[in-house]
């Protein structure tokens, strides 16, 4: 299964691809130029995120596709998700509010939960992402419930997914997490910008025992 990405909206039903139900996401270093993007317009899309990238907004997605910019793409490294994202995830259900999901996420130590409506997957929130929502909207937001809060975007990946090419997307829509999901649009686990760098970090060590 490709990438895809489902775009901000209320945790009303799925929220995953008509597959499942979102927009296909390619390979950012593959896309042609469009219009500049618009930070307030929620359906900017990949052309323009490469844009923004070449503009220097995200820098660090130019510094990581600098390494393989030059090889055929049958002959970069493969490196499945399902070998660095983690299989724990907490979810709750859309109608809980902003504060018992801030209390579950420091119950169980965790910065990224999975809103669920009835059975199905409606969204994927960060702890950064409900500490901002917090400072914008302060009146009583805490007793808000997640069903009348536009979410935001979240993108899906299957087990099989290049973890680099996943990399790629997660800085060029700067999204620090993304959702592992089966074939049966089941959660079975997250990848954070932290697995990335545990396993940068477990790399470098390796090169430096060599």
């Known amino acids: 299964m490709s990438i895809y990405?489902?775009?901000p909206g209320r945790p009303i039903g799925t929220r995953?691809?008509?597959?499942?139900?979102?927009?296909?996401?390619?390979?950012?270093?593959?896309?042609?130029?469009?219009?500049?993007?618009?930070?307030?317009?929620?359906?900017?899309?990949?052309?323009e995120f490469q844009l923004a990238a070449r503009s220097g907004r995200h820098r660090a997605l130019e510094e990581y596709g600098a390494a393989t910019a030059g090889e055929r793409k049958?002959?970069?490294?493969?490196l499945p998700v399902s070998s660095i994202c983690s299989p724990t995830i907490h979810s709750l259900p859309a109608s809980s509010t902003v504060a018992e999901a801030i209390t579950m996420m420091d119950e169980q130590?965790?910065?990224?939960?999975?809103?669920?409506?009835?059975?199905?997957?409606a969204g994927l929130v960060g702890r950064q992402w409900l500490m901002a929502w917090l400072l914008e909207n302060q009146a009583d937001a805490m007793n808000q419930s997640l069903t009348h809060i536009e979410l935001p975007a979240f993108?899906?990946?299957?087990?099989?997914?290049?973890a680099h090419q996943l990399a790629?997307?997660?800085?060029?829509?700067?999204?620090?997490?993304a959702l592992v999901v089966d074939a049966q649009g089941k959660a079975i686990g997250v990848v954070t910008s932290t697995d990335y760098l545990r396993l940068y970090a477990s790399v470098g060590g390796q090169q430096d025992s060599v």
Not at 23 to 45: F, K, Y
Not at 168 to 177: D, E, G, I, S, T
């Open 5 to 7: 990405v489902s775009e």
């Open 16 to 47: 995953l691809p008509d597959l499942f139900r979102g927009r296909r996401v390619g390979n950012v270093s593959e896309l042609t130029e469009s219009q500049p993007i618009d930070p307030g317009h929620s359906e900017a899309t990949d052309s």
């Open 74 to 78: 049958e002959q970069r490294p493969y």
């Open 109 to 121: 130590g965790a910065n990224h939960l999975v809103v669920t409506a009835d059975t199905n997957i």
């Open 155 to 162: 993108l899906t990946a299957s087990p099989e997914t290049d």
């Open 168 to 177: 790629r997307l997660m800085l060029a829509h700067q999204l620090n997490a």
